[in-house]
């Protein structure tokens, strides 16, 4: 990829048909790097693009189950505002594809560098990648399968009414009913294995004949193998390319970019009450602020992690610097702090994070991307995200005192 600071994007010229030959499908596995030429600004407005949709994905992945409707129109929502192909349009679409191949390797480039920043990356591309499969028209689909080297053939209508009793007797999850409205591809032995060991589909002849809602699965295996390969080799290239002055900023600072509300913009400071705390810790803080408002409560103390983490979270939904210092001062006082230790220990660092002392710096709350991959808790800690820093066994009993049901608990551990 080459890249230039004109204002003015140059481009290769190209007949109508020779860009349906360079993005001839709406969906890829991004096996091919561009290598146009492209300014800075449009660099930076694809990939911060992009990883506002991929920030999108984890979210919906979290709050929704991925096959619901309601998880579906979301990410179609986002996805038709950030001007990304969800689904197979007409031939003017060149410009959602062309963003979507160059911004995928952007975000590479970015998201290489570490293994927990490439797990990331590779979780959210997935998911991103199952959505828009199972968006694809029959036709569609097949055409992809082919684009994308797996040959994997739809069987007809006849063959499936033939082998409809073994289909049923082979297929876990699949009535009648479902099976004749079910679409079936037939796989070859080797790409259908996990499913083949796990007694969950029918073999004849030495081919699988796998439904629909389980093609996916190999896909996104088979897409899973082929990026998780080439983010490795792109992290072995990363020290050419941050020789690059111009590009070694942007791309550091897109792994840990924040792209949620701006709450340096104080326009809710004061718009909720102490006394409500406690009741929103409950309903609407996400669980790691519910974690640290609970441990406060309990030991009326948080270390010095916890109280940055969970100060500046408050002070992002709109308390202000004096209801701070009441909050943070009454709590400490029920535990082994009198109030003149409090003032000469503690009271500096909450006005500090207000921008009132030190550099008068005005902070910021963290993002989920500092949270998780900076400052990790150790012992007697309360900081940190639950799901990336919690024994898994420990998080599901949390869960289950949340009230959170079986089915939520499955996805969530899932996901993890």
């Known amino acids: 990829m080459e890249f230039t600071s004109s204002k003015a994007r140059q481009r290769h010229v190209r007949l109508a ?236 600072h897109l792994s840990h970019s924040y792209v949620g509300p701006d709450y340096s913009v104080q326009k809710n400071t004061g718009k909720i009450s102490l006394e409500h705390i406690d009741a929103l810790s409950v309903r609407s803080f996400p669980l790691c602020m519910r974690q640290l408002h609970k441990a406060l409560r309990d030991n009326h103390h948080l270390r010095h992690g916890g109280r940055m983490q969970y100060g500046l979270f408050l002070k992002g939904i709109g308390l202000t610097l004096e209801q701070a210092l009441e909050f943070w001062k009454k709590e400490f006082i029920r535990g082994k702090v009198d109030a003149d230790k409090f003032d000469k220990g503690y009271a500096y660092s909450i006005r500090h994070n207000y921008g009132k002392e030190g550099k008068r710096t005005d902070y910021t709350p963290y993002s989920c991307m500092k949270i998780i991959m900076s400052n990790p808790p150790s012992q007697g800690d309360y900081h940190g995200c639950p799901f990336r820093h919690s024994d898994p066994e420990l998080l599901k009993q949390k869960l289950q005192s949340y009230k959170i049901p079986p089915s939520g608990i499955t996805q969530v551990r899932h996901i993890l």
């Open 17 to 252: 048909g020779d860009r349906r030959d360079l993005y001839p499908h709406s969906l890829q596995f991004y096996q091919e790097p561009p290598t146009e030429n492209i300014s800075l600004t449009e660099f930076e407005s694809f990939a911060v693009d992009r990883l506002r949709l991929l920030k999108i994905v984890e979210n919906l992945g979290v709050s929704y189950v991925r096959t619901s409707d309601s998880y579906k129109n979301k990410l179609e929502t986002e996805l038709r505002k950030l001007k990304f192909p969800y689904k197979a349009l007409a031939e003017d679409d060149y410009e959602a594809r062309r963003k979507d191949h160059i911004s995928h390797f952007i975000l590479r480039l970015a998201y290489c560098q570490s293994e927990d920043l490439r797990r990331w990356f590779l979780q959210q591309e997935m998911d991103l990648l199952r959505y828009r499969f199972n968006e694809l028209t029959d036709s569609l689909r097949q055409k992809f399968l082919e684009h994308v080297n797996l040959s994997f053939e739809a069987i007809s209508e006849d063959l499936k009414n033939e082998l409809a009793n073994e289909l049923y007797t082979s297929t876990p999850g699949l009535n009648m009913t479902k099976i004749k409205e079910q679409m079936f591809y037939k796989v070859g032995l080797s790409d259908a294995v996990d499913l083949f060991r796990a007694r969950r589909v029918f073999i004849k002849d030495g081919f699988a004949f796998v439904p629909l809602k389980d093609i996916d699965a190999i896909v996104l295996n088979n897409y899973r193998q082929k990026l998780s390969k080439a983010l490795a080799l792109t992290a072995r290239s990363l020290p050419s390319i941050q020789s690059d002055e111009r590009l070694q900023p942007l791309i550091n």
